[in-house]
Nanobody
């Protein structure tokens, strides 16, 4: 069983920034495909950013150029730097881990992720 714990969410004004972190209690985080998803009320869950064990990254069109996904191996955290936030970014954000080195396809599809965190709320207002 892998435990994922998100943090860093909160209330931010439009145009502001937030940095989300996901602490993963697993050996060598960089060996896995990991991603951030979000779920807003009334909307489908959306994959926003993914990173594979090879370092390849993928972003949804809605966040491309504004969000950056990264892994801090020393801290065993998956991070999501979010800049130029707008109201459309308001959602519950979840990190997920797939028990594979590479992300299949873009990695932004929720199928195939084995473990999920409980989520952290981001509100842009």
């Amino acid at each position: 069983q892998v435990q994922l714990v998100e943090s860093g969410g909160g209330l931010v004004q439009p145009g502001g920034s937030l940095r989300l972190s996901c602490t993963a209690f697993v050996y060598s985080l960089s060996r896995y495909c990991m991603a951030w998803f979000r779920k807003a009320p009334g909307k489908e869950r959306e994959g926003v950013a993914a990173i594979g064990g090879d370092g390849a990254t993928a972003y949804s069109d809605s966040v491309q150029g504004r969000f950056t996904i990264s892994i801090d191996n020393a801290a065993q955290t998956l991070n999501l730097q979010m800049d130029s936030l707008n109201s459309e970014d308001t959602a519950m954000y979840y990190c997920a881990l797939r028990a594979s080195f590479l992300c299949s396809g873009t990695g932004l599809e929720s199928q195939g992720y084995n473990w999920w965190g409980q989520g952290t709320q981001v509100t842009v207002s």
